[in-house]
């Protein structure tokens, strides 16, 4: 099946830094999707990112399919950023079943 | 428009014991998947369904079962239940395959 990998796994940032997370998918896909776990286990939707770039407040995503990667910024961190960011892309089973990557834990200090 | 909603938040059941998880999608929403989280293995999928009929399978034992009902609402159940089976359960609905929306979790332990 399709493997999805990301780096780096961990991630210390001072509030303000930016930073680049990096999501690397073994095969072609339709789409990606980038998610955020806070510290109370919600996970939530940050982008559906077929392909190209998309931009939410200081959030953006690129993912370029032909090369099979997608990266996810984060500008002038906040503590509320922190978290783990996951992406995922689907099988080719149905909508549904996502292979998820093992995620980045983001901590962000004051 | 409400979102996911899973119920109970949290559970503690003993060994052997079996447990049933709730989910309601957001309306609408004819899709609803379940995950398992733990730490060692990640997210991991378990089912799919869609209009009542299970679409696809994790590679789950035969204890993890589900179903939809046709107001789209979800159970999961887990029977006989083993200490390894202690993790967040996940559920998520989606409309027309796009986003993914996931309701806060379950968390069980099993004791």
């Known amino acids: 099946g399709i493997q999805v990998e990301q780096s780096p796994p961990d991630l210390i940032l001072q509030e303000g830094a930016n930073s680049t997370l990096r999501c690397n998918f073994s095969d072609s896909v339709n789409n990606l999707q980038w998610f955020h776990q806070n510290p109370w286990g919600q996970l939530i939707n940050l982008f559906y990112i077929p392909s190209g770039t998309k931009q939410n407040g200081r959030l953006s995503a690129t993912t370029v399919a032909t090369e099979r990667y997608s990266l996810l910024y984060i500008s002038s961190s906040q503590t509320t950023d922190s978290g783990v960011y996951f992406c995922?892309?689907?099988?080719?089973?149905?909508?549904?079943?996502?292979?998820f990557g093992a995620g980045t834990q983001v901590v962000v200090t004051p | 428009k409400a979102g996911v909603t899973q119920t109970p938040r949290y559970l503690i059941k003993t060994r052997g014991q079996q447990v049933t998880l709730s989910c309601s999608p957001i309306?609408?929403?004819?899709?609803v998947s379940w995950y398992q989280q733990t730490p060692g293995q990640g997210l991991q999928f378990l089912f799919e369904?869609?209009?009542?009929?299970?679409?696809n399978k994790g590679n789950f034992p035969g204890r993890f079962s589900g179903r939809q009902f046709s107001n789209s609402r979800s159970e999961m159940n887990v029977s006989t239940l083993e200490l390894g089976d202690s993790a967040l359960y996940l559920c998520a609905s989606s409309l027309d395959g796009e986003k993914l929306f996931f309701g806060s979790g379950t968390q069980l332990s099993v004791l």
């Open positions: 309306s609408g929403h004819r899709s």
């Open positions: 995922a892309v689907p099988t080719t089973d149905s909508w549904g079943k996502l292979q």
């Open positions: 369904y869609f209009s009542e009929t299970q679409r």
